[in-house]
């Protein structure tokens, strides 16, 4: 049971560059987010979703999109990289919001 | 706005000894606050959560006692252990868009215990 899977586990872009951070669960859980962690900051919501096509902003949006067009798969999407997004990302997922919330193990970006 | 408010930042607590971690929240979409433990270079994972028909939950040595009127609640780690030593963050369920409830964490605390 591979639980919640991000890939790559690092990653280094240029400024202006895009890409795309991948999350894949295996537990047919409808909820699923992200969340960047900074020093200091704890854990900030990206984005999330309440099931297939469904998506919304959390605290931290600007600069990300995602979409998921499948139960198992959530894709972060950065349009135009910066400084600014160097951060380690996670993936979460969960039965519902007020059930546990799995993690991945995290991608960490740089962007210079 | 901060939402959740987590302290302290950083413990250092000697081995067989009580740490204790506090968090104060402003408005919460429904009553269900989770500890969340992580270790270095890994992903956040669930230690122990509360849900609002008690005021105290306990598992192992492990305790969360919620103050629904002060909208605090706090964990406490009974005869800590070097292994204890990690970064706990709470998390409250706030209604961002039109979902019931995500989950917004503290901004941490770095415990350490000395041996």
């Known amino acids: 049971n591979a639980g919640v899977t991000q890939t790559p586990k690092f990653q280094v872009l240029k400024t202006g560059q895009s890409m795309t951070l991948q999350c894949a669960q295996d537990?047919?859980?409808?909820?699923m987010s992200w969340y960047r962690q900074d020093p200091g900051m704890g854990l900030r919501l990206i984005h999330y979703?309440?099931?297939?096509?469904?998506?919304d902003q959390g605290e931290v949006p600007n600069g990300y999109n995602v979409s998921r067009s499948t139960t198992e798969d959530f894709p972060l999407r950065l349009l135009s990289a910066a400084p600014s997004q160097t951060s380690v990302y996670f993936c979460?997922?969960?039965?519902?919001?007020?059930?546990?919330?799995?993690f991945g193990q995290g991608t960490r970006l740089t962007v210079v | 706005q901060q939402q959740v408010k987590q302290s302290p930042q950083s413990l250092i607590v000697q081995k067989g000894g009580i740490s204790i971690i506090n968090c104060a929240y402003e408005?919460?979409?429904?009553?269900?606050f989770p500890w969340y433990q992580q270790f270095p270079g890994k992903g956040p994972a669930l230690l122990i959560a509360?849900?609002?028909?008690?005021s105290e939950k306990k598992e192992g040595r492990f305790t969360i006692s919620f103050n629904k009127s002060a909208k605090q609640f706090s964990l406490h780690i009974m005869d800590s252990q070097p292994g204890d030593s990690a970064t706990y963050f709470c998390?409250?369920?706030?209604?961002?868009?039109?979902?019931?409830?995500?989950?917004?964490f503290g901004k941490g605390t770095k415990l350490s215990v000395k041996p």
């Open positions: 998390a409250v369920p706030v209604n961002y868009g039109g979902s019931q409830g995500n989950l917004i």
């Open positions: 979703s309440v099931g297939a096509g469904i998506t």
């Open positions: 979460a997922s969960s039965y519902w919001t007020n059930g546990e919330a799995f």
């Open positions: 537990m047919n859980h409808e909820y």
């Open positions: 408005n919460t979409a429904f009553d269900y």
């Open positions: 509360i849900r609002p028909d008690v």
